[in-house]
């Protein structure tokens, strides 16, 4: 579509895709150096973050395929050159650099990265004393983290050959480049997993973790967060000797032991075998001279003693006399003891008469008890019986139910209650009628005849005669 001035008419994608052509165009290679600030990591591993400086903002992303291939792992406040393409992003009309390498800008960023981690891991106490193993005297196997192919490794095999030579385990890895941290930190946490006794790969004693001197940034995979993390959490004790003595990385202060060279690693890692016989050997003299010394010391001490004691066998003697009189004496008071006893025994035996009369007598006694016991039970019971029957026989004729045998007859009204009167009846009530073979119901049709209870005069009380009143001339008085 045209206007009048043939200017043509864009949607807003299509302008949008024109300038993401035009800015990919121009800037499809830029190396941009800012500060990193807003850093995060997506789940998806691709990596989102603003570099910026005094005047400007620019939006960064790396990709998951290029974010482990960075040269340093970013953090805010990290001031590095990125390395890229510029594009945009129309769902937000924003342009942003697209990243595919990154490094440090300079050492003194660096030496301010190095500071920051430093106070953070010490915050942490990665770095406390408390957390520091003692060395062992005389290890036997020792496990050393060092590039295969350097100086470092000979030079710790020719000093412990000279020193003491022992058993030595290397793990091969990069001490310098973007994997050198990760391969460092693995190997110290592998040599930590390794199983004690086990005959193909046996558990250290010591590890050495070592490189030969650099720069910083040669240096830089010792000051990753990973290295000084797996340092500092080693069961094993660990020596560190990173370049040379001046130079100082983290790792050197989580390690248990900081060597200025690997050569002095290897000093402290075992002792002098030339010097440690002569002084096992000067000890042990000084041990047998000692032994001897307190042996003589003791046997004249003892003939001393030895002295001052008594003739032990006269005293011996005096005892051995005085329980052979004691012994004879027990053994004649004792039978005569025995004998007075047996004599008090049978005298008392004696005068015992048998129990079996007294057994047979209150056993007969016991049966005629019985007997009489048996008779008297059966006699009561009868007596019970026949009084029960008898009561029994008195109370059926007393029942109403023998009077209603006899052709009367019980009436009572719809209250249950009984009719004892003609006048409690009123016509057209319905009353009850239990005769002796069962009840039945009927109704009051009208009262044939009433009759009146004459109420009987109360007796009149007699009156006492003289001689009631008379007081019994027996009876006596309490007046």
Known sequence: METEGNVPILSVSELSQALKREVE??????????????????????????????????????????????????????????TGRLTTYPARSKYQVVIDQMEMAGEGALLKLLEDRRKKLTDEGLFDEERKQDLPYLPEIIGVVTSPTGAVIRDILHRLADRFPRRVLLWPVLVQGKDA???????????????????????????????????????????????????????????????????TTLIDFASDVRAPTPTAAAEMAVPVRIDLLAEVMEDGTRMVSAVSRIVTERATRLESLARGLPNLPRLVEESVQRLDDWSERLENGLRAWLGQRASRLAEASAGLQSPKPMIEQGVRALQ????????????????RSDRLQNLSGLLESYSFQRTLDRGFALVKDDQDQLVRSVVALQPGKTITVELADGKARAAVTGLAHSTQRQEKPAPKAKAKTKSENKPNDKQGTLL
């Open 25 to 82: 165009e121009t800037f499809s290679y830029v190396r941009i150096c800012g500060e990193i600030s807003g850093f995060k990591r997506a789940a998806s591993g691709h990596l989102y973050m603003t570099l910026k400086d005094e005047g400007a903002v620019l939006d960064g992303v790396c990709w998951r395929g290029s974010a482990g291939k960075l040269a340093v792992a970013p953090e805010d406040g990290m001031e590095v050159i990125a």
């Open 181 to 247: 941290a990760e391969q460092v930190a693995k190997a110290i946490d592998g040599f930590n997993k390794f199983k004690p006794g086990d005959e193909k790969a046996p558990r250290p004693d010591l590890i050495i973790v070592a490189r030969g001197g650099g720069s910083l940034e040669d240096l830089w995979a010792f000051n990753e967060e990973v290295v000084v993390r797996a340092a500092a959490g080693s069961d094993i004790p660990l020596i560190s000797a990173v370049g040379h003595e001046t130079d």
């Open 368 to 383: 005629s008890e019985s007997r009489a016991l048996q008779i008297a039970g059966r006699n009561f019971i009868k007596h």
